[in-house]
């Protein structure tokens, strides 16, 4: 599970949420998007599970946390859904997302 701002020093988390839901590797990572920002129908449509407005009510947070949790438990084992320890730590991925475009100092 991702919590996720839009607003961000080096890229936004539009940028963020978009590149998260196009990689097949994390494309099924619930984010939850905390933000200042109120554009709760961009945040979902661009993939968010939850979108909540700062300042967040944290038992809302903490009950979603919990609702992503139990889905995440509730579908380990079903076909298509890879076990909590896959993959392997040998076999992990260890790529970054970079930077693109001219950075904001």
Do not use: C
């Not at 579908?75 to 896959?86: F, Q, R």
């Amino acid at each position: 599970m991702i919590t996720l701002d839009v607003i961000m020093p080096d890229w936004d988390g539009w940028t963020v949420l978009n590149k998260l839901k196009a990689d097949a590797e994390l494309a099924e990572i619930p984010v939850i998007m905390v933000t200042i920002v109120d554009n709760e129908a961009m945040g979902l449509d661009l993939g968010a599970s939850s979108y909540l407005v700062k300042p967040v009510d944290r038992e809302r947070l903490a009950t979603l946390i919990e609702k992503h949790r139990a889905m995440r438990f509730s579908t380990v084992g079903k076909p298509g859904v890879p076990p909590a320890n896959w993959p392997p730590k040998s076999q992990k991925s260890s790529r970054k997302l970079e930077p693109v475009g001219p950075r904001r100092d």
